[in-house]
């Protein structure tokens, strides 16, 4: 079963801020949340990742609620080259060392038009 | 720097034929993930390497799939007598030493079985 929940799609307009919703009510206590995103013909492409702070970088921002049931990605001026599939993924943790698969949903795809 | 290389970039077999995919990964970084991706669809788990150990293959389908990295670096993917169910985009990742160290991607293999 898949352990997080994201809107199959989302428009958003070319210099507005887009703000990408995540739902992980399973999360346990030790496990990251990590976002990625997948431009057509590419492989995907790490964005940032969190535990329970909130997460700024250079490509976006993560706002992780304060119960860790759900998450935001924040793209602050998104520009033509953001559209692509977005995955918010909750790290598996197999094993004590915790082999760190990730396990990739359906995601949303994000199309940004001028 | 460089990053996930991987080789080729587009496969053509015929059924039955064995394929051989190829994996450079960022240079110094222990892990590496072999992930099979369907079309339209997310990434999925195939293999985990640390260094040379391949220490979890639970996501390979079948025993016609087969991966190595003999010196812990270059990683190759090998599929015997293929069937068109294995047609997909193939992808590596690589990540550094550290239980929460994102994963890099290369731009897959995509393998086409006729």
């Known amino acids: 079963d898949a352990k997080t929940t994201q809107p199959p799609s989302m428009d958003c307009a070319e210099g507005r801020a887009a703000n990408l919703p995540c739902n992980h009510s399973?999360?346990?206590?030790?496990?990251?949340v990590y976002w990625y995103r997948q431009i057509h013909s590419q492989g995907p492409q790490y964005i940032i990742h969190?535990?329970?702070n909130n997460e700024t970088n250079e490509m976006a921002s993560l706002i992780i609620t304060e119960d860790r049931k759900s998450s935001t990605l924040i793209l602050p001026h998104a520009t033509l080259r953001d559209t692509a599939v977005y995955y918010c993924?909750?790290?598996?943790?197999?094993?004590?060392?915790?082999?760190?698969?990730?396990?990739f949903g359906a995601g949303t795809q994000v199309v940004v038009t001028p | 720097g460089a990053g996930v290389s991987q080789s080729p970039r587009y496969k053509v077999a015929k059924r039955g034929q064995d394929v051989a995919l190829r994996c450079d990964p960022i240079?110094?970084?222990?892990?590496l993930f072999w992930y099979q991706q369907a079309l339209g669809q997310g990434p999925e788990f195939l293999t985990y390497?640390?260094?040379?150990?391949?220490?979890?293959k639970s996501g390979l389908p079948s025993d016609r799939f087969f991966a190595e990295r003999p010196e812990g670096s270059v990683s190759t993917l090998k599929i015997q007598r293929t069937q068109q169910e294995d047609s997909a985009v193939y992808l590596c990742?690589?990540?550094?030493?550290?239980?929460?160290?994102?994963?890099?991607f290369g731009d897959g293999t995509r393998l086409s079985i006729l």
């Open positions: 990742a690589s990540s550094p030493r550290g239980r929460h160290q994102p994963q890099h």
């Open positions: 390497f640390q260094n040379e150990a391949q220490l979890d």
């Open positions: 969190g535990l329970k």
């Open positions: 993924i909750v790290r598996v943790v197999d094993s004590p060392d915790s082999w760190g698969k990730l396990q």
């Open positions: 240079s110094g970084h222990v892990s």
């Open positions: 399973t999360i346990s206590g030790n496990e990251y």
